[in-house]
């Protein structure tokens, strides 16, 4: 056996040994877990995540927009019709999210595509799994796809596409007669 011969047989076994300790010890013990620590879920549509650096992000879902959740005690004490059915569907849709996060370990990757005017990282959200979140919750009916911005949305189609099941199925907020857009929402309750 010629000495090149035998230099390329050792690197190939210390190559399938280096293969074998990843697959055994696992990649995120070596070199950290992937994507953002989710620290909170703000509503169906707005995580907090920490970088790997340690620092604070908001999160803006990117494609989609999700019913409004009631922030004060006169919201979340309304008897108007139009409040108590948002509210309703912004607290499914921020509870469904919080299913996805902890499937996900409280871990997300990020495609940040924008910063909006609050200074929040407007987002494509996956699990490390690779689920992409905005589609599955627009599959389930819980968000609507945002028209307005789908042009700063990189899987614009994926969404779109699940919205129109939702819709041809009657799932979430496509069975209800009596919902308003979110941000037909928002403009008459200023």
């Not at 010629?2 to 280096?18: N, P």
């Not at 604070?56 to 006169?74: L, S």
């Not at 996805?100 to 990757?109: A, E, K, M, S, T």
């Not at 496509?174 to 941000?183: A, H, I, N, R």
């Amino acid at each position: 056996m010629t000495r090149t011969r035998k230099l390329i047989k050792h690197s190939l076994q210390y190559l399938g040994v280096g293969i074998l300790i990843l697959s055994l010890v696992g990649c995120n013990n070596l070199f950290g877990p992937r994507g953002y620590s989710v620290k909170r879920v703000s509503d169906g549509d707005t995580i907090g995540v920490i970088d790997p650096s340690g620092n604070n992000i908001n999160v803006r879902f990117a494609c989609v927009d999700a019913p409004e959740i009631a922030h004060t005690n006169a919201e979340k004490q309304s008897k108007k019709a139009v409040d108590k059915n948002q509210f309703k569907w912004g607290e499914k849709a921020q509870a469904r999210l919080q299913q996805l996060i902890n499937q996900g370990g409280d871990r997300v990757v990020l495609t940040v595509v924008d910063t909006d005017r609050y200074g929040r990282k407007v987002s494509e959200v996956r699990l490390p799994d690779g689920t992409f979140v905005q589609e599955v919750l627009a599959k389930e009916g819980l968000v609507m796809v945002y028209n307005q911005y789908i042009k700063n949305c990189p899987s614009a189609a994926a969404v779109q596409q699940a919205e129109a099941l939702a819709k041809k199925s009657k799932r979430g907020i496509w069975s209800d007669s009596k919902f308003l857009e979110p941000w037909e929402y928002r403009k008459e309750s200023k």
